[in-house]
């Protein structure tokens, strides 16, 4: 059964910087378009960054966009969110999830707005990030 953990959220000033890793587990992570999304408090789930399962294609947010990068590392099964020049607004609980559907299709939509929850069948359990001075 596929499981996805995410991990290395915490406390950070604004300005500053996190990495956040999302650990594929049970299934080889090469297999598996990952989106990361996140959700503050009293707002809606929203994409941030995509990527496809070869790690060859990569789109953000237009919000993060020049601030958080996606990668991976399919040898480790894990996938990456480095989040810099953090802001109040970053403050949320973050998620990875998972899809293998066609990569086109999930590009496309992640390319106009963002990864679409709608697409991703398998989610971590999240984890908090909060940006405060």
């Known amino acids: 059964q596929l499981q996805l953990v995410e991990s290395g959220g915490g406390l950070v000033q604004p300005g500053g910087s996190l990495r956040l890793s999302c650990a594929v587990v049970g299934f080889n992570s090469d297999k598996y378009h990952i989106g990361w999304f996140r959700q503050a408090p009293g707002q809606e789930r929203e994409g941030v960054s995509c990527i496809s399962s070869s790690g060859g294609s990569t789109n953000s947010a237009v919000s993060v966009k020049g601030r958080f990068s996606i990668s991976r590392d399919n040898a480790k099964n894990t996938v990456y969110l480095q989040m810099n020049s953090l802001s109040l607004e970053d403050t949320a609980v973050y998620y990875c999830?998972?899809?293998?559907?066609?990569?086109?299709?999930?590009?496309?939509?992640?390319?106009?707005?963002?990864?679409?929850?709608?697409?991703?069948?398998?989610w971590g359990q999240g984890t908090q990030v909060t940006v405060s001075s």
């Open positions: 999830a998972a899809t293998r559907d066609d990569w086109t299709t999930v590009q496309h939509m992640c390319v106009q707005y963002g990864p679409q929850l709608y697409q991703y069948g398998t």
